[in-house]
């Protein structure tokens, strides 16, 4: 059997970072076993689903560098849904309902008020044809529940939670077509998932309930189930479920400066019995990718722990992989010298103007003043070729008597506006002879 996983998302919004782990964990986990990843759109909402978030969609995938084997849409297989549809109708395993949105609450409220689980009670199974027709003339038309089998409990292993098992006796029957004969999530996807040779599916903790009721469409399709794994939701840092997750997509990221092995890193690990580590290339975190090293406790999302990431991640990367991205003029051996201080690629631009200048450096200290006429003349007579930081510095520790930080730190200052930075042995040759004199002269 070749594995094949699939991501599902719904065009009505953008991807926020839960789906994001939904997307890398089916990749990772189709790749780590020679197998085959899909990209499925659920656009059955024809009002809700946009255009828009279907590129937007594709483009995060592609940022990610999750490049499906397979990209289909739902919105081109109605014809398909209707055929099952209609062979489960023939077999008795789905059956119209005819009360209200009203109604169903009501019912609901009874039940809650009674102590009881707000269960269907299965109303419409027991409707005459004459009544049926009654309703139907009053202009109702009916939604379709798929008909539970009470008979058998629903069980299977889960490849995060183990053994589950569900009396389907205590369940509603879902609803899986609307009134205006729109679908719903359950059939359709039940549907794709066997037309599409779906091995294994791979989602949140939230939708195993779902699963139970799927689980009983497949056999009444006549298909064995994929397996399922479903993991743990993520929680903020503050150790609960945060909305704010819900917010956070594919260009808060980008805009942040986070790169995107960097967020792969980290959603592939959390959650897992595994470190967190900064690996800027994929090829680990695809070998190493297992469900069973997955616990059951919510995954805590952290995006502290995410910038320290990416901070390892960029300070890993080559000049080939980033040059296109890089301020224009700066080359290799200016990379080498400023990566180790960026904490996002972006920041490389600031680094850069501090070489290409001009810089606000502060006006030195009284007592500095003096100091630093005398290294600019000293810069004028060095030998630019080889080292000059050290023959700069070296040649004011002879003339100056000046040692360690009353030595650097004024240099560093006229000639950069900063307290801190680069090594200045791997910066100064970047600033050149003659801006670095000006710069000492003040």
Known sequence: MTVTTR???????????????????????????????????????????????????????AWLGLAPDVEARQSARFDRYEGRFAELRAAGRVYPAYETAQELELKRKVLLGRGLPPVYDRAALALSAAERAAHEAEGRTPHWRFRLDHETPIEWDDLVRGRQRFDPGTMSDPVVRRADGSWLYLLPSVIDDIDMGISHVVRGEDHVSNTASQIQMFEALGAAAPAFAHEALLTGAEGKLSKRLGSLGADHFREAGIEPQALIALLARIGTSDPVEPFADVAPLVAGFDFGRFGRAPARFDEAELAAINAKIVHQLGFDAVKHRLPAGMDAAAWEAIRPNLATLAEAADWWRVVEGPVDAPAPEAEDREFLTQAAEAAAGLDWSGDPWHALTDSLKASSARRGRALFLPLRRALTGLDHGPDMAALLPLIGRDRAIERLRG
């Open 7 to 61: 991501f599902a998302p719904s065009p009505t919004g953008r991807l926020h970072v839960g789906n994001l782990r939904a997307a890398i964990h089916n990749w990772l986990f189709a790749r780590a076993r020679g197998g085959r990843f899909l990209l499925r759109i659920d656009d059955t909402d024809r009002e809700r689903s946009d255009e828009a978030y279907v590129e937007a969609i594709r483009a995060d995938l």
